[in-house]
């Protein structure tokens, strides 16, 4: 198939102001002229098409799987405090919507009655509740001022990076131990 070259009228506008601004001649102009080529197509079935699809599917190179990245403290904390907003978001939606909903079914959820009931668990039980409670709020928190302080662009290098992160870790853990054992 040989392309013919054709110079459209808007091409042609664009290669006279090229040709004013740069004083090129018309013959340093012609590799500047738009190619266009006729296109052919021809109707294939649709099993055709799907064997061409699975031929160039094959020809894909295929992309690298995480495993040969090598892990590190940014990607885990970076879940982590996603994992937190929504479980924190969660049960204050769970608690609001079992608090409108109580009385229908015959339930109090007052704090009376949440008091009440926790102060009957078992220690180890009430201890366990708590820690459930905080790790998700201190790591939520800290790991937000952690982020609060990067927005001043300090912390930013490699090294901050992963000490800030290790210390919102320990902070975290130390703030739910206290928390849990109040």
Same mark, same amino acid.
């Given at each position: ?9 808007? *091409?042609?506008?664009?290669?006279? @102001?090229? *040709? ?7 013959? %340093?102009?012609? $590799?500047? @002229? ?7 197509? %021809? ?27 090598? $892990? %590190? ?15 924190? *978001? ?10 409108? /909903? ?10 009376? +009655? ?12 009430? /201890? ?8 998700? /709020? ?34 975290? +853990? @130390? ?5 849990? /054992?109040?």
């Amino acid at each position: 198939m040989m392309a013919s070259l054709v110079a459209l009228p808007a *091409a042609r506008s664009a290669l006279s @102001v090229v *040709a004013r601004s740069s004083r090129m001649s018309g013959r %340093q102009l012609i $590799p500047l @002229v738009i190619a266009r080529r006729s296109i052919s197509t %021809q109707s294939i079935t649709p099993a055709e098409a799907n064997e061409i699809l699975v031929k160039q599917r094959g020809n894909r190179p295929t992309s690298p799987h995480l495993a040969i990245y090598k $892990p %590190q403290i940014t990607w885990y904390l970076s879940g982590l405090h996603r994992v937190t907003g929504v479980a924190l *978001a969660s049960g204050v939606y769970a608690l609001g919507l079992g608090y409108l /909903f109580a009385p229908v079914f015959g339930y109090s959820l007052t704090s009376t +009655a949440i008091a009440s009931a926790f102060g009957a668990l078992p220690v180890v039980l009430k /201890f366990g509740v708590k820690m459930l409670a905080s790790v998700p /709020f201190t790591f939520h928190s800290f790991n937000g001022v952690r982020h609060l302080i990067w927005d001043t662009a300090t912390e930013l290098t490699n090294k901050g990076v992963v000490r800030s992160g290790i210390t919102v870790l320990g902070l975290s +853990a @130390v703030a739910s131990i206290v928390l849990a /054992f109040l």
